[in-house]
């Protein structure tokens, strides 16, 4: 990861030079602030990946520093280690609460390790950025990841598209803490049937909303397929009125604003195997869809691919 922005913010002068000359020669840009203000004030300009701080300054401490930069919006995701010449677990406590990814003592400081302890804080901020907030599944950057280094590997892989029909009128009357648990149930269910009928190497991702993506081999994808459908088939009553259960579903306006009759919430996926003789994960996305499209016009609770009939729930 070579280019990434360092923020130096350290009173100590010559510890300040001597970390921005290591860091520059591991590939890092570095800024560099003296003085506690200072460096807020070039957090918030200047947007760096990851922040150096020093614990004990003048005028207000790393900790008072750490707090301001964690409540100001565009600051408060930048990660912080701590710059510190107490070795002491209390004191360390106090700046993790205060928002600390992470800590250095100034006389343990192994140059050769810096460099890495660094990147592996910014490995994990972008890991937990990618995360999904409501599911904690890996969200898009890290879905095209996945998908882009398997393209690169060669090997045969299958990606599955899942979608929720009818999500949107559920929403609208249940309200949203209904959606999120009818999400929560589809990530749920996604997980049993990757881990029960895929491999150790298969993937769950939540591309946003209603959308779901899985990874696994071409040999997987239609046993996962079939679990997904059939188990959330059987949990979705669960989350509905016996007055709608007894009418198979309800009344809601659609997109357009007409009224209309909603079946019972269900899943469509679209598969594509052999996605590695595909260019790039916008590719395979582009294929999915127009595949989605055509198996939701054919009802829920369905899967399907380019080339083989679709699998529907009974």
């Keep these: 990861m070579p280019n990434e922005k360092i923020l130096i913010i350290d009173d100590e002068v010559d510890n300040l ?3 921005q000359m290591r860091l520059q020669a591991s590939e890092f840009i570095v800024v560099t602030a003296s003085e506690p203000a200072k460096g807020i004030e070039v957090a918030i300009n200047e947007k760096p990946d990851l922040i150096l701080l020093d ?9 008072e520093v750490c707090r301001k ?39 343990e400081i192994d140059y050769r390790e810096i460099a890495a302890r660094i990147r592996s804080v910014l490995r994990r901020t972008q890991a937990n950025i990618s995360m999904n907030p409501l599911t904690h599944l890996p969200g898009n950057k890290l879905i095209e990841a996945e998908i882009n280094k398997r393209l690169q590997n060669g090997f045969n892989f299958t990606v599955g598209y899942v979608d929720i029909d009818n999500f949107k009128a559920y929403n609208d009357v249940y309200g949203f ?21 895929g491999d150790s190497s298969d993937f769950v991702g939540h591309i946003g909303g209603d959308d779901f993506v899985f990874i696994t081999t071409d040999r997987n994808y239609e046993s996962i ?3 997904i459908i059939d188990r959330f088939a059987l949990k979705i009553p669960g989350l509905y009125s016996e007055e709608h259960l007894r009418e198979g579903g309800f009344r809601s306006v659609n997109r357009e604003g007409v009224e ?20 790039s994960p916008e590719d395979i996305a582009l ?28």
Excluded: W
Aim: aromatic fraction near 6%.
């Design 17 to 19: 030079y001597l970390l």
């Design 55 to 63: 614990v004990k300054m003048p005028q207000m401490s790393g900790f």
């Design 69 to 107: 930069l964690k409540n100001t919006l565009s600051t408060a995701r930048i990660p912080v280690i701590f710059l510190t010449c107490q070795d002491d677990v209390t004191h360390k406590i106090k700046g993790l609460e205060d928002g600390a990814d992470d800590y250095l003592i100034k006389d």
């Design 177 to 197: 803490k209904s959606g999120d648990n009818v999400i929560l149930l589809l990530a749920e269910t996604m997980n049993d049937a990757v881990n029960s009928k």
């Design 225 to 227: 397929s079939r679990q």
């Design 260 to 279: 209309q009759f909603f079946p019972l919430i269900s899943v469509t996926i679209a598969n594509i195997p052999g996605a590695n003789r595909l260019e």
């Design 287 to 314: 294929q999915a869809s127009k595949l989605k499209s055509k198996l939701k016009n054919e009802g829920g609770n369905r899967y399907g691919t380019l080339n083989i009939a679709a699998y529907e729930n009974s």
